[in-house]
């Protein structure tokens, strides 16, 4: 079963500037999530869907940050200006439910950005 | 939101020993606890999940849950120098038609050869 995809891999930007990132989950699961980690911290929930519905967003700045998931499979986000302080490792993920009754997250390879 | 709490290390420990690593928890209603082990520039892996008050065991680790004293704990048997890595707490929330993790800031282990 192949793995959660995520592209690019790393990516370098000025301050001000846009990116974006792309996301693939494993077939079938209809939850993803939009991590960011910084150095040195555990990851930090962005967004999260359940197929192509929104379901929390309380933690992406939304000033800056978008997302979207059109068609419940892919995603993409979107940092429009960036800042220093969005410099990060951006983790999108996506679970299933198991047999006892609890979701299994599983994390792709992550998208490096920094912004200078 | 819940609060997760890891000792950030470094945690060393020599080739063959055992490997503590431990985890605390905020919210008493937490029904279930993972462990993910993340390798320096890779991304976090799923490696343990536990539900149930004591331990569980698969392979050479170990997780052990006491829902009484909110702490959960990995242990690692056997310690390689391929174990070193930060190993992250994750706690899951559930509400509003949302279920997610809470992740600790993780715990350094080095295994010294």
């Known amino acids: 079963e192949a793995g959660v995809a995520q592209s690019p891999r790393y990516k370098i930007i000025e301050k001000r500037q846009s990116v974006a990132f792309w996301c693939n989950p494993i077939?079938?699961?209809?939850?993803l999530y939009w991590y960011q980690q910084i150095l040195g911290q555990g990851p930090k929930l962005l967004i999260q869907?359940?197929?192509?519905?929104?379901?929390?967003d309380s933690q992406l700045p939304k000033d800056r940050f978008s997302a979207e998931r059109l068609k419940g499979v892919d995603s993409t986000l979107k940092i429009q200006p960036a800042k220093l302080e969005d410099s990060a490792v951006y983790l999108c993920?996506?679970?299933?439910?198991?047999?006892?009754?609890?979701?299994?997250?599983?994390f792709g390879p992550g998208t490096r950005l920094t912004v200078t | 939101q819940k609060e997760v709490e890891q000792n950030s290390g470094p945690l060393s420990v020599p080739e063959g020993a055992i490997a503590s690593l431990n985890c605390t928890y905020s919210?008493?209603?937490?029904?279930?606890f993972f462990w993910y082990r993340q390798y320096s520039g890779k991304s976090p892996e799923l490696i343990m999940f536990?539900?149930?008050?004591g331990d569980k065991e698969d392979g050479r680790f170990t997780a052990q849950l006491n829902k009484a004293s909110q702490y959960v704990s990995l242990l690692i048997r056997d310690s390689q120098p391929s174990d070193s890595a930060t190993y992250l707490c994750?706690?899951?929330?559930?509400?509003?038609?949302?279920?997610?993790?809470?992740f600790g800031k993780g715990t350094k282990l080095s295994v010294i050869p």
């Open positions: 993920a996506s679970s299933f439910r198991n047999p006892g009754g609890n979701y299994e997250q599983y």
């Open positions: 077939s079938g699961h209809a939850t």
């Open positions: 869907f359940q197929n192509n519905g929104v379901v929390d």
């Open positions: 919210d008493r209603g937490s029904q279930s």
């Open positions: 536990i539900y149930s008050n």
């Open positions: 994750a706690v899951p929330y559930s509400g509003a038609g949302s279920y997610q993790l809470t």
